[in-house]
């Protein structure tokens, strides 16, 4: 069995340590953007799941400047811990879905910060033109680059449920010109979306094993007070997996995953506030010890059933 120190998978916190020497803390910061998805060029509602944050509940005060942003984020961390190193994390909405000169503008001031040590940009595959994609090679070689892209799934008819707005083939076109210029991609993923199976979930996994991604979030899907998904679950209550249920599920997923993409996210804690279902993750610690608990009475890792 291959371990990644005490984790039975490739966790984030490990890659960091061994990549940097060091823990490096995220900063969810917010340059203030939108999405095709919500001004009127795709849809004006977003993805049936997101939040008025644009998935960036957690995220900076976008009426602050990202240097303030970034000092407010590290106040609040060192209440907790002592870090020395973050990741900017530009994380509400959709984070290339600007002018070229306004994105150069907050990722430079992001990155000038030398307590940041990468750059890590949630965004769209159908938001990288050839012009930021030049900016994201040439910021990679001052720091390095992330780049998350939303597949959420690579099944047509889910898709097109959740509003994403997109093929397969832009995503694995966004893959590809990333790779190019040498930035790592992060590809997030929801579990558990209305209609699909284990098997379709499965899916989903054995194709990104085919992907030249570096990391995976695994985010089980959370119903958030203000979304449409909220309506729909009120009108047609789909299935939502008590907390066991999801971790032998995530025990499948893992021993399916390469080993060595990094895993950043096992399940996602929305705001509790906003929080409708699973209320059970809104138990983050408890969580993670009990999944570990789960991988180690079942001796499950992460690629353990991979096979080229």
């Known amino acids: 069995m291959k371990r990644w120190g005490e984790k039975r998978y490739h966790s984030l916190d490990y890659h960091l340590k061994h990549t940097y020497g060091e823990k490096l803390y995220k900063l969810a910061l917010n340059g203030g953007m939108t999405c095709p998805n919500r001004d009127g060029t795709l849809g004006d509602r977003g993805c049936i799941f997101c939040s008025a944050g644009g998935s960036g509940d957690f995220a900076g005060n976008p009426r602050e ?7 407010s984020g ?22 290339t879905y600007a002018e070229v000169s306004y994105l150069e503008k907050i990722f430079t001031e992001a990155i000038s910060c030398p307590e940041v040590k990468i750059l890590s940009i949630a965004t769209r595959p159908d938001c990288l033109n050839d012009e930021i994609l030049t900016l994201l090679a040439r910021l990679n070689r001052i720091k390095p680059v992330w780049v998350e892209l939303g ?7 889910s898709a097109r449920f959740i509003r994403r707005g997109y093929s397969l083939s832009v995503f694995e076109e966004a893959v590809r010109n990333l790779r190019q210029i040498g930035v790592e991609v992060i590809v997030h993923t929801i ?5 699909e199976t284990e098997l379709m979930m ?22 958030l ?76 890792w992460q690629g353990k059933n991979y096979k080229l």
């Open 225 to 300: 007070h203000g979304t449409d998904l909220a309506d729909y679950y009120e009108t047609s209550p789909f299935f939502v997996p008590t907390m066991e249920e999801y971790i032998a599920f995530l025990g499948k997923c893992i021993t399916q995953l390469r080993p060595d993409i990094v895993i950043h996210r096992l399940t996602g804690d929305g705001p509790k506030e906003l929080l409708i279902a699973p209320r059970w993750t809104g138990h983050k610690r408890l969580v993670l010890n009990k999944m570990n608990q789960y991988f180690k009475e079942q001796d499950l």
């Open 202 to 223: 499965q899916e989903t996994i054995s194709y990104l094993n085919t992907m030249d991604i570096q990391g995976i979030k695994l985010q089980l899907l959370h119903i």
């Open 65 to 71: 400047s990202i240097r303030q942003q970034i000092a």
């Open 191 to 195: 579990l558990y979306l209305p209609g």
């Open 151 to 157: 597949l959420q799934t690579i099944h047509e008819q």
């Open 74 to 95: 590290k106040e609040q961390i060192k209440k907790k811990t002592d870090a020395v190193s973050y990741i900017a994390y530009f994380q509400a909405y959709t984070n």
